[in-house]
């Protein structure tokens, strides 16, 4: 069955130090792979995506993202962390077609001044 | 251009009543979709809609009904409404992928719900 990894529930870093969230993934086919971000009482919003092409992908707020098909990885890293960063993240896998998501249990990011 | 909203908020209920959420977008989106969101468990996929006039079993359906009689909106119900329904829910849309299936989820702000 399809599933969505990400082994932080917490990650705690200094503001202006860098970020990698892991996000490891288990699904036969070609994957479509997401990141999104809640703040607190929000929705989701997308942060990057990855469907084909360049593995490197650049998203938004300075994010930035590697697929990696021999380690069914995707991590989410950023180079320097703002207090705003402060949210939970959760990574995604598209399945049949695209037609559903199925969603890692989250990391929740603090940003510690 | 709202995206996507859901109505209400915020809704407490008592173990057996009934309700509806609404959700809505007006991006012209085929796909739809209503997600469940507990602590440590990330979002769990209820029913999704491929079209007008369909709903599909997602993950965790039981409980739950659906209704896409219009292309913008998106109804989840609950006939009887019991204590582990409560959670946060997501309405989400998309439009069709350039290779089949849909592209990116676009999510609306939430509903919380309680059930005493």
């Known amino acids: 069955a399809q599933s969505v990894t990400q082994p932080d529930i917490h990650i705690t870093v200094s503001e202006g130090a860098s970020l990698e969230l892991r996000c490891n993934y288990s699904?036969?086919?070609?994957?479509?792979l997401f990141w999104y971000v809640q703040s607190p009482g929000q929705g989701l919003q997308l942060l990057l995506k990855?469907?084909?092409?360049?593995?490197l992908v650049q998203g938004i707020k300075g994010f930035e993202a590697e697929f990696k098909r021999s380690q069914s990885s995707f991590n989410l890293r950023k180079p320097s962390v703002h207090w705003s960063d402060a949210a939970e993240y959760f990574c995604?896998?598209?399945?049949?077609?695209?037609?559903?998501?199925?969603f890692g249990a989250g990391t929740i990011l603090r940003v510690k001044s | 251009n709202a995206g996507v909203t859901q109505t209400p908020k915020f809704r407490v209920l008592k173990t057996g009543q009934s309700m509806t959420l609404l959700c809505a977008q007006d991006?012209?989106?085929?796909?739809m979709y209503w997600y469940r969101q507990d602590p440590g468990m990330g979002l769990r996929l209820i029913h999704y809609?491929?079209?007008?006039?369909?709903?599909a079993k997602g993950e965790v359906p039981d409980g739950y009904n659906v209704s896409r009689l219009k292309k913008q909106n998106f109804l989840l119900g609950l006939e009887s409404a019991a204590p582990s329904q409560t959670s946060v829910y997501f309405c989400?849309?998309?439009?069709?992928?350039?290779?089949?299936?849909?592209?990116?989820?676009?999510f609306g702000p939430g509903t919380r719900l309680t059930v005493l």
């Open positions: 989400a849309s998309s439009s069709a992928g350039t290779s089949g299936g849909a592209d990116t989820q676009y």
């Open positions: 699904y036969g086919a070609t994957p479509y």
């Open positions: 990855y469907f084909s092409g360049d593995t």
């Open positions: 995604a896998v598209a399945v049949e077609y695209g037609n559903k998501l199925v």
């Open positions: 991006m012209n989106h085929e796909y």
């Open positions: 809609s491929v079209g007008e006039g369909t709903t």
